[in-house]
């Protein structure tokens, strides 16, 4: 699958709105017409064989006769021959990530890059097994991270000026991110953040609004971070604009943003921010690089929003071409669990002087997971310790590390009480296991923090998707996503004379460069939509994790305003709430969400393709509901 910025280096301009475009020269070069003739040709004749090579010719009408999961493998091998040779892609699930196959758990409900291997991260809880052995429960022993966040009040601008690169740990892993992206130390300052929120909300407390006064942002769905950066931004003075998507493709209305971006000559050199993903997180839907281009070439400075590119997208975006003066992207830890992690931003040096003082909430330092387990298990839990321990963070899934930790102490203590003399000698005993745990960390498995930070810091992730490259991780993408669509517009309600769809599909449907996302809604014979978070639960019980969404900035043509009327919803009190001074929120379309990491395989697109056939069963939620009280003795929340 070519990356927007691949697609964008060998398109010269897009429906004219290009002033001056940077690639029209390329235009006038014979090879590259002949490239884009031979693209052209590649990309209908991949839509045409998708839709014609899955079972053509046929509808299916009831989820008992969906054909089974060897069955369709065989017909998917046919249509995509060259799927085999990812086959690489299967054999890292199989012996790095042992944890989905034994959870039988399909997880579709996040998009973006990992750090480590769940067979990495286990390796590293064994490491830190001796020191919190007999403080843990087992079952919280599993639990351990292999880092944790704290906070740091410090200044942005101060922080990209004057903090250096941080600890030895967080060096090595800032520069293995950066090495991965492919973005130059010389270049570019980078701060971690709490997550992507944290991120956007830096940048709108700092950027100089009272100057530059715009905010421009490209989104076709409702976003807690987006919301974040426009509420923080309002407050400072900034007037907010927004792109529109035009119904049904959703494509950007191109008109209507060249206006919003093109500078009058009357205007401020400087404008504003503009803030523009290179994909839609929630349709897959591909955007122009060139967008961003116009927008400097007009006075804005741009923010890329790197978080909804798959893996290796940025190998092709190309920064010797484009310099965004803001980058954000963000990393869980582990694919399959718990996506905790951290948010990136990216500031590039030239623009770091035009930023104002702020806060700086939302700036974390990186801590070993050693760092936080390091408490002598005969504490005595002062007052100061379990104030240390309250700022350091949770673990995944939840677990609150001051609260697991503050009960070992407690416990600790009550041993104390009931039996001190006992407790001296155990204290002693446990002195010596420490004393023989540290010592041993200094071989290979149990690296010291000085360790961490030397050039042998393993990201294995990030080892295996460079190992990959671009075109494995593309093309395994493009076959399973087009696969999953064509699929899903298969499935068609019986009985009904207009051959009434089961699923709806918004944005791209079979194309070549789409994205690994997708939004879709279902709905039931009569017509009615069956509500996105209903959807989501009922997959939650069959262990298959999906997302949900609401799509907004929805331009509808004369042509499509008794559809508008159909599809459109009103407000929610939530999402009343997300709005200040600028304006309510608009009515939007409530959605469920898939997201396809370069780890997913047939096998977890073919079991959502047979969950959501279930739906062509009139009964099929009823019954569910029923199925779940007598199981719970409770109903289901709708």
């Not at 475009?21 to 031979?38: G, H, M």
């Not at 286990?122 to 292999?146: F, G, H, M, R, W």
């Not at 599909?505 to 996302?517: C, E, L, N």
Request: charged fraction near 25%; aromatic fraction near 10%.
């Amino acid at each position: 699958m070519h990356s927007p910025g691949l697609r964008g280096a060998t398109q010269a301009c897009f429906e004219g709105c290009c002033p001056n475009p940077i690639f029209r020269v390329l235009e006038l070069d014979q090879a590259n017409v002949k490239n884009r003739s031979t693209s052209s040709t590649c990309r209908h004749d991949f839509a045409a064989t998708t839709n014609s090579s899955f079972f053509p010719n046929t509808q299916f009408t009831n989820h008992e006769s969906i054909p089974s999961l060897q069955e369709s493998f065989v017909q998917f091998i046919k249509a995509y021959p060259k799927y085999s040779e990812t086959a690489q892609v299967d054999q890292i699930r199989a012996h790095e990530y042992v944890h989905l196959s034994e959870s039988n758990h399909v997880c579709l409900d996040y998009i973006g890059v990992g750090l480590f291997s769940e067979s990495q991260s286990q390796s590293q809880y064994i490491s830190t097994s001796a020191i919190a052995s007999s403080s843990y429960p087992p079952s919280q022993k599993s639990d351990c991270p292999v880092f944790g966040i704290t906070y740091k009040s410090v200044n942005l601008k101060s922080q990209l000026l004057h903090g250096g690169d941080g600890s030895k740990l967080e060096s090595a892993i800032k520069k293995r991110i950066m090495d991965f992206l492919k973005i130059s130390q010389n270049d570019y300052s980078m701060v971690f953040t709490a997550n992507r929120s944290s991120a956007f909300k830096l940048v709108a407390e700092s950027y100089p609004f009272q100057s530059s006064r715009k905010l421009l942002t490209v989104y076709d769905h409702e976003n807690e971070a987006l919301e974040t950066m426009i509420n923080t931004s309002e407050k400072r003075g900034a007037s907010v604009m927004e792109a529109e998507f035009k119904w049904p493709r959703l494509r950007i209305h191109s008109a209507k943003l060249k206006k919003m971006i093109v500078r009058k000559k009357q205007q401020q050199k400087h404008r504003g921010l503009f803030v523009f993903p290179l994909q839609s997180r929630i349709t897959g839907t591909n955007y122009y690089y060139q967008w961003m281009i116009m927008a400097q070439e007009n006075g804005w400075h741009v923010l890329l929003d790197a978080c909804a590119l798959r893996p290796k997208d940025m190998d092709s975006f190309g920064f010797s071409l484009f310099h965004p003066d803001f980058l954000i992207c963000s990393f869980y830890k582990v694919f399959g669990e718990n996506p905790t992690g951290f948010g990136c931003l990216f500031v590039k040096k030239s623009a770091v002087p035009n930023l104002e003082a702020s806060t700086g909430a939302g700036i974390v330092s990186l801590i070993p997971a050693k760092q936080l387990l390091r408490f002598p298990e005969d504490s005595s839990g002062t007052d100061t310790e379990l104030e240390q321990i309250s700022k350091l963070g949770t673990y995944p899934d939840g677990i609150d590390i001051s609260s697991s930790l503050a009960t070992s102490i407690t416990e600790q203590n009550k041993q104390n009480r009931n039996s001190k003399e006992g407790d001296q000698k155990d204290a002693g005993l446990k002195e010596n296991r420490l004393e023989d745990s540290e010592k041993g960390e200094s071989n290979e498995k149990n690296k010291t923090v000085d360790e961490l930070g030397s050039l042998n810091f393993e990201c294995r992730c990030l080892d295996q998707v460079d190992s990959l490259g671009l075109r494995v991780i593309s093309s395994r993408g493009r076959y399973l996503i087009n696969w999953l669509v064509s699929a899903l517009m298969k499935l068609q309600h019986p009985n009904r004379l207009d051959n009434a769809s089961l699923v709806r599909i918004y944005g791209p449907k079979v194309k070549f460069d789409r994205g690994p996302a997708l939004a879709f809604d279902i709905y039931d014979w009569k017509g009615e939509k069956v509500e996105p978070v209903l959807v989501q639960k009922l997959a939650d019980r069959s262990n298959i994790s999906l997302g949900n969404a609401v799509l907004n900035h929805i331009w509808f043509s004369e042509k499509y305003e008794e559809e508008k009327q159909r599809v459109m919803e009103r407000n929610g009190k939530e999402r009343e709430k997300k709005r200040t001074k600028s304006k309510k929120a608009e009515p939007g379309i409530t959605v469920v969400t898939i997201a396809l990491t370069f780890l997913a395989n047939f096998e977890d697109v073919y079991r959502l393709w047979a969950f959501v056939a279930q739906f062509l069963d009139a009964d099929f939620v009823e019954k569910e509901r029923w199925r779940y009280t007598a199981l719970n003795q409770n109903t289901i929340e709708v």
